[in-house]
């Protein structure tokens, strides 16, 4: 699938945001331990993927009824459902120059197509060493689910199936999209927000 930026301008991808408050001194603070040693590019991205990926927890995975969503409270409480997750990894490589948008795929929430369907957010990050952008999804893996950094195959944590209407978004947004947010910033118990009340399409 070829990737849209909805933006021209990289400036765009590297603009703070109010969920993606990367000059709170906690995001700073991990910033420099996640960075100590001088790094390329891709070894930062990395870094900060596998980070977000492992570290933050999912919140259904976990069954935590908190809702997370600027990227400095995702980091204090150390979980958040993918739309929080994609704030705090924009956070994070924003804050070292690295543009980093938001990209969506419409999936089911659960098993079939009568439990409904959601919006499920990712990250699309450019690489500037070779001027292009790739999708990284820091979901967090578990049994069934394997997403991976790489820089030449997609290995995100959902492959699309066409078959039961779900859908990949190829725009990589400037912003995260403000139904998620909304909802995010709406609802206080995270395990019924996410079986019933997140949003099915952009």
């Given at each position: 699938?070829?990737?849209?930026?909805?933006?021209?301008?990289l400036?765009?991808?590297?603009?703070?945001?109010?969920?993606?408050?990367?000059?709170?001194?906690m995001?700073?603070?991990?910033?420099?331990e996640?960075?100590?040693?001088?790094?390329?590019?891709?070894?930062?991205?990395?870094?900060?993927?596998e980070?977000?990926?492992?570290?933050?927890?999912?919140?259904?995975?976990?069954?935590?009824?908190?809702?997370?969503?600027?990227?400095?409270?995702?980091?204090?409480?150390q979980?958040?459902?993918?739309?929080?997750?994609?704030n705090?990894?924009?956070?994070?490589?924003?804050?070292?120059?690295?543009?980093?948008?938001?990209?969506?795929?419409?999936?089911?929430?659960?098993?079939t197509?009568?439990?409904?369907?959601?919006?499920?957010?990712?990250?699309?990050?450019?690489?500037?060493s070779?001027n292009?952008?790739?999708?990284?999804?820091?979901?967090?893996?578990?049994?069934?689910?394997?997403?991976?950094?790489?820089?030449?195959?997609?290995?995100?944590?959902?492959?699309?199936?066409?078959?039961?209407?779900?859908?990949?978004?190829?725009?990589?947004?400037?912003k995260p999209?403000?139904?998620?947010?909304?909802t995010?910033?709406?609802?206080?118990?995270?395990?019924d927000?996410?079986?019933?009340?997140l949003?099915?399409?952009?």
């Amino acid at each position: 699938m070829k990737l849209t930026p909805e933006s021209n301008k990289l400036a765009d991808y590297l603009e703070e945001l109010n969920v993606v408050d990367y000059s709170h001194p906690m995001i700073q603070k991990k910033v420099a331990e996640l960075f100590k040693l001088e790094l390329s590019e891709i070894e930062k991205i990395k870094i900060a993927y596998e980070f977000v990926r492992d570290q933050i927890s999912h919140s259904w995975d976990i069954q935590s009824d908190r809702v997370t969503c600027k990227a400095s409270d995702v980091l204090f409480y150390q979980e958040g459902i993918c739309y929080a997750k994609a704030n705090l990894l924009a956070a994070i490589l924003r804050s070292v120059g690295i543009p980093t948008g938001f990209c969506y795929q419409r999936l089911m929430i659960f098993d079939t197509p009568e439990d409904g369907y959601s919006l499920h957010a990712l990250n699309g990050v450019f690489l500037t060493s070779l001027n292009r952008w790739i999708r990284l999804d820091a979901r967090g893996n578990k049994p069934g689910v394997n997403a991976q950094f790489s820089i030449n195959e997609e290995y995100l944590a959902f492959p699309i199936r066409e078959e039961f209407a779900e859908k990949d978004y190829p725009t990589i947004f400037d912003k995260p999209n403000p139904k998620t947010i909304k909802t995010l910033e709406n609802h206080r118990h995270a395990l019924d927000m996410y079986k019933y009340y997140l949003p099915e399409v952009l």
